[in-house]
């Protein structure tokens, strides 16, 4: 069988975690990344780990004609399409940046696979296109909400095109992965979440509080309509997500799915509140974070989490990693990363 998957972004937070995955379940993985928000540090991670090397290409997926000589060089059964920009912020004040390179990525690579003859294809989505949803836990097909940001936009767009691609081109497989909120870092620590310049995510703000790197965390809004005033959100462990990848390249090599067009939402089903996380962080590194209650953050939605019941069963996949064993994860790399720069 045929296990060479393209892994593009496979240098990133959530790709790199992926390539571990792939490999220890006998899949070979190709990284391509241009680097462009992430460091080469991770794929020695990845390598560290693994006791071997991974093919590394630099390119940029937007560039047709470098990817072209990549799929002209390598035979691929699989892409996980993880390439993409994923700033909310920045998004709104550089709206053709995303919408140029994450549509045009996901189409180049689209392209490809139809002259190439490569079948299956993984992308990742987001929870973002529920937006806030009207009944919780949101399954998936719970209607998406029009985008609050282009980052949002790009998502639900690259998803219609997928969806277009697979109606059109039936020996294309398509599987989106709707990830929640993805923290922590491998059991290792020697890969993890590389955030440049001020965190936007909260775990990362929250280990570099931890660290002494920023002085103060604040929790963005303790006003909104839940238990403790603050936002709830679906954690996901990354280790754990990136395993859900390793479940849909098997589904769509093996062909059980149910049509070469599906969604699934990549969470734990538990819906987990900022204070929550802050408190939960502090108990298990047994540590005091500087924190206080700030405004409410722009944009933000008060609750979301998932519904699982689909990606449980069909599949076969669950997330099984503690939520005290992320947020060690977490800290573990973020000392470990630190360690490094001294
Ligand atoms: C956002 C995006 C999501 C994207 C994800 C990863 C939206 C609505 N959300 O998720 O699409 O995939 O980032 O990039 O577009 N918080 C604080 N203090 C902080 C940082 C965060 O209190 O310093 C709170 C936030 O208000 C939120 C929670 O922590 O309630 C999680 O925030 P964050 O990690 O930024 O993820 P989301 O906003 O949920």
New binding site residues.
């Given amino acids: 069988m045929n296990k060479r998957v393209l892994v593009t972004g496979g240098c990133g937070y959530i790709g790199s975690h992926t390539c571990v995955e792939l490999a220890e379940a006998g899949f070979e993985p190709i990284i391509v990344d241009n680097l462009s928000n992430s460091e080469k540090i991770a794929l020695e991670g990845v390598e560290k780990i693994l006791g071997r090397k991974i093919e590394f290409i630099k390119a940029d997926c937007c560039d047709a004609a470098a990817m072209e000589e990549i799929f002209e060089k390598y035979d691929f059964s699989s892409i996980i399409h993880f390439a993409a920009f994923?700033a909310?912020g920045e998004s709104v004040s550089k709206p053709l940046d995303y919408y140029r390179n994450n549509l045009g990525s996901l189409i180049n690579m689209l392209s490809l696979m139809r002259k190439h003859n490569v079948p299956n294809i993984v992308f990742s989505s987001?929870?973002?296109v529920y937006g806030q949803a009207d009944v919780l836990p949101v399954t998936e097909r719970t209607p998406r909400k029009e985008a609050?940001?282009p980052?949002?936009s790009t998502k639900q767009m690259c998803e219609d095109i997928l969806h277009s691609c697979s109606v059109a081109y039936p020996k294309i497989n398509v599987i989106a992965l709707r990830?929640f909120?993805p923290i922590g870092a491998h059991p290792s620590a020697l890969i993890g979440e590389l955030p440049r310049g001020v965190p936007?995510?909260?775990?990362p703000?929250v280990t570099q509080t931890a660290a002494g790197i920023r002085p103060m965390?604040?929790?963005?809004?303790n006003d909104y309509n839940t238990p403790d005033g603050t936002?709830i959100?679906d954690y996901i462990d990354v280790t754990d997500l990136a395993k859900a990848h390793v479940c849909a390249v098997n589904r769509m090599i093996e062909g059980t799915g149910h049509s070469n067009y599906e969604v699934f939402n990549v969470g734990t089903g538990r819906g987990v509140s900022?204070l929550e996380v802050v408190q939960t962080f502090e108990r298990v590194n047994n540590l005091k974070l500087n924190w206080k209650f700030a405004d409410r953050?722009e944009?933000?939605?008060e609750s979301v989490w998932a519904d699982t019941t689909y990606a449980n069963e069909e599949l076969g996949w669950k997330a099984i990693m503690p939520l005290d064993e992320t947020l060690r994860n977490a800290w573990r790399w973020q000392q470990y990363i630190d360690s490094q720069k001294k």
């Fill in positions: 994923k909310v987001s929870a973002t609050t940001s980052y949002g990830y909120n936007n995510n909260l775990i703000f965390l604040s929790i963005f809004g936002c959100r900022t953050r944009g933000d939605i």
